[in-house]
């Protein structure tokens, strides 16, 4: 099976740098994904790792370690429209060999003045 | 942009009731996955489907059955609703190959009473 642990609640103030880690264990591994889910909306896609190593988006990176099944995203120059949930993800196998998204719990960011 | 539409923001449902929510994409995605969304719990994956006619469970498909018969609509369908299904019901889909991401509806909040 697959499973993820991230952190439920975060607190930055704007300006600041976070980061919001996830530790994944999972049956076959593809890759790791963020989204972000703001109250009220559907998620959206962030980022995706397959590879170790950081991925840059503009303020937003991500980071993958495979040998640690642990990845993060970290968030620079937090704007107050930064506050949402974050959500990690993990593509791999089911038991059927069929690649399956599954998410973590999420973690909700809220960024203060 | 791709656009996945769920057909109701809201439903009331009675205990019992059959219910039928949908989900159309207008990308020609093969890919498409039924979540559901609550507090403290992430999205849980229910039914997926890779292909017409096509349909795998999820990690929670109990209570629930899905049908596919054209490669735009994903329905999932709740034989005899029960109270605990009462939760965010979110769509998605992605296309088939590489490491696409998940577009989502804008879910449905559906309340069994």
């Known amino acids: 099976g697959q499973s993820l642990e991230q952190p439920s609640e975060v607190t930055a103030v704007e300006g600041a740098i976070v980061q919001i880690n996830c530790t994944y264990q999972t049956s076959g591994f593809y890759g790791l994904s963020w989204y972000q889910q703001h109250d009220g909306g559907a998620p959206t896609f962030l980022s995706y790792n397959a590879l170790d190593g950081l991925e840059e988006t503009g303020r937003f990176s991500s980071f993958l370690s495979r040998s640690d099944s642990y990845g993060y995203l970290?968030?620079?120059?937090?704007?107050?429209?930064?506050?949402?949930?974050?959500?990690?993800?993990?593509?791999?196998?089911?038991?059927?060999?069929?690649?399956?998204?599954?998410?973590?719990?999420?973690?909700?960011?809220?960024?203060?003045p | 942009d791709v656009k996945v539409t769920q057909s109701s923001r809201y439903l009331v449902k009675r205990t019992g009731e059959k219910v039928f929510l949908e989900c159309v994409q207008d990308m020609d995605h093969e890919n498409m996955f039924w979540y559901r969304q609550d507090?403290?719990?992430?999205?849980?994956?229910?039914?997926?489907?890779?292909?017409?006619?096509?349909?795998?469970?999820?990690?929670?498909?109990?209570?629930?059955?899905?049908?596919?018969?054209?490669?735009?609509?994903?329905?999932?369908?709740?034989?005899?609703?029960?109270?605990?299904?009462?939760?965010?019901?979110?769509?998605?889909?992605?296309?088939?190959?590489?490491?696409?991401?998940?577009?989502?509806?804008?879910?449905?909040?559906?309340?069994?009473?």
Request: hydrophobic residues 30%.
């Open chain 1, 74 to 112: 970290l968030l620079q120059e937090l704007q107050m429209k930064d506050s949402a949930s974050y959500f990690c993800a993990v593509r791999g196998f089911d038991s059927g060999g069929y690649q399956k998204v599954t998410f973590g719990t999420g973690t909700k960011l809220q960024v203060i």
């Open chain 2, 39 to 113: 507090p403290g719990l992430g999205l849980r994956l229910i039914y997926f489907s890779y292909d017409v006619k096509m349909k795998e469970k999820g990690d929670i498909p109990e209570g629930y059955s899905v049908s596919r018969e054209k490669k735009e609509r994903f329905s999932l369908i709740l034989e005899s609703a029960s109270t605990n299904q009462t939760s965010m019901y979110l769509c998605a889909s992605r296309e088939g190959t590489g490491n696409s991401p998940l577009h989502f509806g804008n879910g449905t909040r559906l309340t069994v009473t």
